[in-house]
């Protein structure tokens, strides 16, 4: 129990508190830089971040301790404060979307970037929000703990917000270097709806159907059944990993298509590596 309670206390603290500051502190800075994002909003989204990690953050650790001798309270003040901590992120997504539609023009540039840094947003809002919430309240933790639900939230929210986020911010520095010969946009195309299309089906096809089964053999006969030879080795479980290849397989094309595409910039930086003369950020 002892090591239980620090491992989440380590864990937690890092990945929903540091990154979730981390994410929306880049994506608010570099969208207001743009012009996409008010800076007041990103100002407001900063601080409403840094107040909602030392409180929702930190109490929000408290969800996890279910099997630590925590008591019941406790683990339902970290499941409800646990919510809140995609609050500004989703924020930021909404006002950059609504910005925009406004400025299609301006948004050319940069466009793949921006739209890596929506999907963080989305994926803010679904994978860490929606999925994660689903399985921390106590009642369900108690059930949903240790099977295929927690791969639902931890699939969707590790790539979907800090893979994406990755990405965006790599792409943001290649425009800025990369000669517009050696810009392909039809790659980045193909692997931004290639990465986020399979890991949707990756998804509904795969983790969610084997979760859910899961969960109700854990709700009817306990979770040692759910995790049992009986339930894992059952045609339904073998079922749902065959169903997952295609969307394995159109996530793996996707990132394929941006290693292809981040070869070829990275090469043509080389090749040129006198300065584009594109830099609209400092202009």
Known sequence: SIAEYWRWWVVHLWVEGFFEVFATVTIAYLCSEL???RKSS???ATYLT????????????????YFA????????????????????????GFEVVKTLELTKAAEGFYRWPLRFFLGTCFWNLVGAGIFGFLINPPIVLYYSQAINTTPI?????????????AIALMLFSLREMTPESAWNEKLLRFSFWSINGGLVAMLVFGLIPSGFYQLVASVNHGTWYARSAAVIDSPWMHWTVWLRIPGDLLFSL?????????LRAVISIF???????????NQ
Do not use: K, N, Q
Not at 50 to 65: A, C, D, K, R, W
């Open 35 to 37: 012009g996409f994002l």
């Open 42 to 44: 990103a100002l407001r």
């Open 50 to 65: 840094t107040i909602l990690y030392l409180g929702s953050g930190v109490i929000g650790t408290l969800h996890h301790l």
């Open 69 to 92: 001798g925590t008591p019941v309270f406790i683990a339902a003040m970290g499941s409800v404060a646990s919510a809140l901590e995609v609050v500004p992120l989703t924020l930021i």
């Open 153 to 165: 939230h931890a699939h969707s929210a590790l790539f979907g917000v800090y893979g994406s986020l």
């Open 254 to 262: 996707g990132a394929l298509a941006l290693f292809a595409f981040t």
């Open 271 to 281: 090749r040129r590596p006198e300065s584009t003369g594109l830099f609209p950020m």
